[in-house]
């Protein structure tokens, strides 16, 4: 899928809800572009002495409820309109988690695996020289997403107070602990995956005790998953990458898995395992599919093959809106991406909090009882919605959210009522 595709479908997807809603055309026209997207290009001195350059974007959508929020993904496949459909994605996930923030997203066209690691921290800084003016503590604060991660945002936000004369922290959020981090960030993504899996099954009649749980992808996302959803008592019984897939019947130890990818750089060659292609992951018969990759892996095709009664998208837009079709037609429980993965910039939040309370530490146990707080209550409303308009939880999540921005857009007089 291109970025233009990815761009469309989620204009249409706004598009669709926002007429469903009765809202008024005014909102469509609001929501169906980001408010701007900045374009940067980064020169590198490499390490043989010549010079490379990188470009990148940070688009910032619609700032309803507040400043725009969302990460930055280092990434060969970024294009404009990629990021431009993930920041409109986070201003509906920051709706749907009812955070005072609007949407954004950066990307910066690069392989991050295959530079030496001053080059990706070159890029880190003449990124953040490069759009400092529009980004700060309370106008639009990044964080971490593919391929980025505590190192990069330290980068970042030590070239951010250099280059502005700042000192508040908050500007950056996915920092690490000594930097003003907050505890349990690295995981939230995956814990919040765990607590909605958990409600989706506690409404589907699966025990999530004992539950086979399927996972596309092993990054920050995958990981974190495969931890959570294994110490609430579910069997993660296959994972992919980029590298392969592996398969076991018993479940796999997640974390003998986590140390040879670490050292490996990939699930493949894990022994005591049945080796798997994503095709095979997308077709097993689990109680679970969590895709955890990049955007457009479930298509028609893929999703008639599709077994598991309940996805849970832990990626960004991992469904097409044919594929997310089929889900429906086929009365498969489909929990969408802006709901599902909500758990990460929803801990950036309290970290974001944490910073501007002066830094009042929160403890981890803190994080985790509110995490989980936020998703069980975020998951009842979307919920409700889908049982008021009887649509799938994706659509209902679509409803939800562009039902609370046409709200907040009304109340601040920027569309009719
Ligand atoms: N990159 C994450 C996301 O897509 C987190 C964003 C944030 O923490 O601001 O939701």
């Given at each position: 899928m291109t970025g233009q595709e990815f761009f469309r479908d989620t204009q249409e997807t706004i598009r669709a809800a926002v007429a469903k809603l009765g809202h008024s055309e005014g909102?469509?026209?609001?929501?169906?572009?980001?408010?701007?997207?900045?374009?940067v290009h980064i020169a590198v001195t490499m390490p043989d002495g010549s010079v490379e350059t990188f470009l990148g974007y940070r688009s910032q959508h619609a700032a309803v409820f507040g400043p725009y929020k969302g990460g930055i993904r280092f990434h060969p496949s970024v294009t404009k309109e990629e990021v431009e459909?993930?920041?409109?994605?986070?201003?509906?996930?920051?709706a749907?988690?009812?955070?005072?923030?609007?949407?954004?997203?950066?990307?910066?066209?690069?392989?991050?695996?295959?530079?030496p690691l001053s080059v990706v921290e070159q890029i880190a800084r003449g990124y953040v020289r490069g759009l400092r003016d529009m980004i700060g503590p309370e106008t639009d604060i990044p964080a971490p997403d593919v391929n980025t991660n505590a190192r990069v945002m330290g980068w970042m936000l030590d070239e951010y107070l250099k280059s502005t004369n700042a000192i508040n922290f908050s500007v950056f959020t996915g920092k690490s602990l000594n930097l003003g981090g907050i505890e349990g960030r690295a995981g939230a993504t995956g814990l919040g995956i765990a607590y909605v899996t958990?409600?989706?099954?506690?409404?589907?009649?699966?025990?999530?005790?004992?539950?086979?749980?399927?996972?596309?992808?092993?990054?920050?996302?995958?990981?974190?998953?495969?931890?959570?959803?294994?110490?609430?008592?579910?069997?993660?019984?296959?994972?992919?990458?980029?590298t392969g897939g592996v398969y076991r019947e018993e479940g796999l130890d997640v974390a003998k898995?986590?140390?040879?990818?670490?050292?490996?750089?990939?699930?493949?060659?894990?022994?005591?395992?049945?080796p798997l292609t994503n095709e095979q992951l997308f077709a097993l018969p689990v109680d679970v599919l969590i895709p955890a990759a990049l955007e457009g892996q479930i298509t028609a095709p893929v999703a008639e093959q599709i077994k598991a009664p309940i996805v849970v998208e832990g990626a960004n837009g991992p469904t097409t809106p044919e594929g997310a079709q089929v889900l429906a037609d086929r009365g498969i429980m489909h929990v969408p991406d802006i709901l599902a993965n909500g758990g990460g910039v929803?801990?950036?939040?309290?970290?974001?909090?944490?910073?501007?309370?002066?830094?009042?530490?929160?403890?981890?146990?803190?994080?985790?009882?509110?995490?989980?707080?936020?998703?069980?209550?975020?998951?009842?409303?979307?919920?409700?919605?889908?049982?008021?308009?009887?649509?799938?939880?994706?659509?209902?999540?679509?409803?939800?959210?562009v039902d609370r921005l046409a709200t907040g857009m009304i109340e601040r007089g920027w569309v009719p009522s």
């Amino acid at each position: 899928m291109t970025g233009q595709e990815f761009f469309r479908d989620t204009q249409e997807t706004i598009r669709a809800a926002v007429a469903k809603l009765g809202h008024s055309e005014g909102v469509y026209k609001v929501l169906r572009n980001p408010r701007r997207t900045l374009e940067v290009h980064i020169a590198v001195t490499m390490p043989d002495g010549s010079v490379e350059t990188f470009l990148g974007y940070r688009s910032q959508h619609a700032a309803v409820f507040g400043p725009y929020k969302g990460g930055i993904r280092f990434h060969p496949s970024v294009t404009k309109e990629e990021v431009e459909a993930l920041a409109m994605l986070m201003t509906l996930k920051n709706a749907v988690l009812g955070l005072p923030y609007g949407g954004a997203k950066g990307g910066v066209i690069c392989d991050p695996n295959a530079l030496p690691l001053s080059v990706v921290e070159q890029i880190a800084r003449g990124y953040v020289r490069g759009l400092r003016d529009m980004i700060g503590p309370e106008t639009d604060i990044p964080a971490p997403d593919v391929n980025t991660n505590a190192r990069v945002m330290g980068w970042m936000l030590d070239e951010y107070l250099k280059s502005t004369n700042a000192i508040n922290f908050s500007v950056f959020t996915g920092k690490s602990l000594n930097l003003g981090g907050i505890e349990g960030r690295a995981g939230a993504t995956g814990l919040g995956i765990a607590y909605v899996t958990r409600e989706a099954c506690k409404v589907r009649g699966v025990e999530l005790k004992g539950a086979r749980v399927a996972i596309q992808g092993f990054g920050n996302v995958g990981r974190g998953v495969a931890h959570a959803i294994t110490s609430l008592g579910a069997k993660v019984v296959a994972v992919t990458d980029i590298t392969g897939g592996v398969y076991r019947e018993e479940g796999l130890d997640v974390a003998k898995l986590t140390e040879y990818v670490q050292a490996h750089g990939g699930v493949a060659g894990f022994p005591g395992v049945e080796p798997l292609t994503n095709e095979q992951l997308f077709a097993l018969p689990v109680d679970v599919l969590i895709p955890a990759a990049l955007e457009g892996q479930i298509t028609a095709p893929v999703a008639e093959q599709i077994k598991a009664p309940i996805v849970v998208e832990g990626a960004n837009g991992p469904t097409t809106p044919e594929g997310a079709q089929v889900l429906a037609d086929r009365g498969i429980m489909h929990v969408p991406d802006i709901l599902a993965n909500g758990g990460g910039v929803t801990v950036s939040y309290f970290e974001w909090v944490q910073g501007q309370q002066g830094g009042l530490r929160w403890s981890a146990e803190t994080v985790h009882r509110q995490l989980d707080t936020y998703m069980t209550e975020a998951f009842a409303a979307v919920r409700a919605y889908s049982q008021r308009y009887n649509v799938s939880m994706r659509e209902g999540a679509y409803l939800y959210a562009v039902d609370r921005l046409a709200t907040g857009m009304i109340e601040r007089g920027w569309v009719p009522s």
